[in-house]
């Protein structure tokens, strides 16, 4: 039969037919790995133009005095900051203009001191209306007193009423 094969020859085919890459693959693959390689290396060097291409600027020039003899103030100076001791915000418990403001940013202000003036006029209108109603109020308590007076008076005489007495009196109450 010529179709038969021994267990020696079957085994040496299987090895060469299988799957993986032989001696022959390996070293085509390092040699490819070593062009790649290479040529990463070597590629950045070749396009570099050489120092003899490069064109080298001349030094600056350099001018030289001679040295200096003098004073010097022995004032220091330094940058910083100032802020306040205490810091104060001010609101206006009233509404009004302002006539004056009596300090400027960055003034130490002392207590007591008069910070902003504000316009009296509409405050001294207000108090005359106040002071006149005031007036009115008591006139028309002094009105009603007498009333209430004069009623007890008729009361008593008997030309008067209880009615009349006791509505003389809430009104004094409400005036």
Known sequence: MKNAFTQEEAGSLTTER????????WAIFLVVLGLVAGGVIA????????????????????TVSAPLQRDIDVRLQFLGQFSAVEHVELRAQVGGTLMH???KDGDIVHKGDLLLVIDPVPYEIKLSQAIAQLESANARLELATRELVRAN???R????TAQNVDQREAEKQAA
């Not at 050489?50 to 064109?55: F, P, R």
């Open 18 to 25: 299988s799957g993986k890459p032989g001696a022959k693959a």
């Open 43 to 62: 590629a950045p060097r070749l396009f570099v133009p050489s120092a003899d291409q490069t064109a080298v600027p001349p030094p600056p020039s350099v």
């Open 101 to 103: 403001i009596g300090f």
């Open 153 to 155: 008076a008729l009361k």
């Open 157 to 160: 005489t008997d030309a008067g």
